[in-house]
């Protein structure tokens, strides 16, 4: 079974209709995908950073619980919504641990999802998520057109379909 839990999440958690922010570059490559816990509120050691086209405000993690070094592969599928779009993301063996792992631990926490070091998502944990190195975790992004066609050239670029499966 294909684990969803970050598509329907990230969807009704962000949006993109907050102009006043400066917008991210969605074409940089490589594309850096992090997974940071977040907290509604200042604590010791923790980063203060927006949200994405929310005007919110929260507060990461120093480290990323997971990054690109835990990630095998990415493909960037246009949303059936039409907006924005779905990162699928595949796991090192040692990244599949980790993220079983550490949603395991943190059921009911925020988890902020980065994008070039842009936070765009903060669902809450709600179950483990265990997809193993086969299956794929979906996250949604959600950005306007011209931004979500950035971002999926530039994750062809930086994990490019040759080799693959």
């Known amino acids: 079974m294909r ?6 999440l990230t969807f009704i958690a962000c949006s993109s209709g907050d102009k ?17 816990l977040a907290q509604g509120a ?3 050691e923790l980063v ?12 990461l993690q120093p480290r ?15 949303t059936r919504i039409g907006k924005g779009v779905i990162l699928q993301v ?21 988890l902020a999802v980065l994008i070039n070091s842009t936070i765009v998502a903060i669902p809450v944990i709600q179950q483990p998520i265990d997809p193993g190195t086969q ?4 996250i949604g992004v959600p950005l306007e057109p011209k931004e979500a066609n950035q ?11 040759k080799g693959r499966r």
């Open 3 to 8: 684990n969803t839990f970050l598509t329907f």
């Open 20 to 36: 006043s922010a400066a917008k991210p570059d969605w074409g940089r490559v490589p594309v850096s995908v992090e997974l940071r």
């Open 42 to 44: 200042s604590g010791p």
């Open 48 to 59: 203060r950073r927006e949200v994405y086209g929310q005007g919110r405000t929260v507060y």
């Open 64 to 78: 990323a619980q997971i990054s690109n070094a835990d990630i095998a592969r990415v493909e960037a599928l246009k």
């Open 90 to 110: 595949w796991y090192t063996k040692s990244g599949a641990r980790k993220i079983a792992e550490f949603t395991r631990q943190h059921i009911g926490d925020s």
């Open 135 to 138: 299956t794929s975790s979906d």
């Open 151 to 161: 971002l999926a050239a530039a994750v062809s670029q930086t994990w490019p379909a």
